[in-house]
């Protein structure tokens, strides 16, 4: 009997503290909205996290923080739900769940000739070393230099090839990480948004090569370009003309294929570009 009441005794207050923690987590574990962009998520997409009424706070997913509001879902992302937590500068914490859709990427089956997928030991070794600097850059955080809305490198409209699968006789390649647009010779491409030119030289793949670091993880790449019209260090505004559509690098034809990485992330431009624009509300 002594016993039961000595267990009532550490029991109650034990229950009531248990009891009032779980009601406490409840109240605290959201304390304000967070908003995805687009609410339909996918590999690829670059997803803008808001908080009404608070501009800046932190978000962590996928093992990176952020202060920018942009998440990049790398196109190689298995789907799934991903956990992300953003803090407010107050120290608040909201955590959420990233849920990332399957996504059917397009296939391309080609045949080729054996030279055009089988490079030589010196490329393999030129590529592999301009892997290794372009991959540094990418993985690099600078300063935000970015603001405002991404505009598109050229006019016209892209072919939406973005996350294309080829096959090159039978051998799979990469996928393809940018999207394509089929222009003249000569038309000149803008660098899109504020930034600093970090890479402008000649590559295997991508030929004539312009990289410009946005600042906060954020990289464009402008490839096969005929002319380079910028040094490395140049500071860069969105209408600065970085260089001219061509076909150098391992193309079949005058194109401008621009990619994007985000906090190492490769995503979808034309997503990027989405992102980025004033809401409408
Ligand atoms: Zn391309």
Redesign the pocket.
């Known amino acids: 009997m002594q016993r039961r009441r000595l267990l009532l005794r550490w029991a109650a207050p034990l229950l009531a503290v248990f009891l009032f923690a779980r009601v406490d987590a409840r109240q605290t574990s959201q304390p304000f909205t967070v908003n995805f962009l687009p609410s339909a998520i996918y590999p690829g997409d670059v997803v803008r996290v808001e908080v009404p009424g608070i501009d800046t706070f932190d978000v962590g997913v996928f093992g990176k923080h952020t202060k920018d509001g942009l998440v990049g879902i790398d196109l190689e992302v298995a789907p799934g739900t991903y956990p992300i937590r953003v803090e407010a500068p107050d120290g608040r914490v909201a955590m959420r769940s990233l849920r990332v859709l399957p996504k059917a990427f397009a296939v391309r089956r080609l045949q080729v000739a054996p030279g055009f997928v089988n490079p030589t030991p010196e490329e393999v070794d030129r590529i592999a070393k301009e892997l290794h600097k372009t991959e540094g850059i990418f993985h690099t955080t600078t300063l935000r230099k970015w603001s405002g809305a991404f505009q598109l490198p050229v006019a016209g409209t892209p072919t939406s090839?973005f996350g294309t699968r080829s096959y090159y006789n039978g051998q799979r390649r990469s996928p393809?990480t940018?999207?394509?647009f089929v222009g003249q010779t000569g038309t000149p491409v803008h660098a899109a948004n504020n930034g600093v030119v970090v890479l402008a030289e000649p590559l295997y793949f991508t030929g004539n090569t312009v990289i410009v670091d946005y600042g906060g993880g954020l990289y464009s790449l402008f490839?096969h370009l005929s002319e380079i019209d910028v040094k490395i260090g140049a500071t860069v505004a969105p209408d600065t003309v970085v260089g001219l559509v061509g076909a150098t690098g391992r193309v079949t034809g005058p194109?401008l294929?621009w990619s994007v990485r985000l906090q190492g992330a490769r995503v979808d431009p034309l997503s990027l570009a989405a992102a980025t624009k004033p809401q409408t509300r």
Request: overall charge negative; charged content about 10%; aromatic content about 0%.
């Open positions: 090839n393809h940018g999207v394509d490839a194109h294929h």
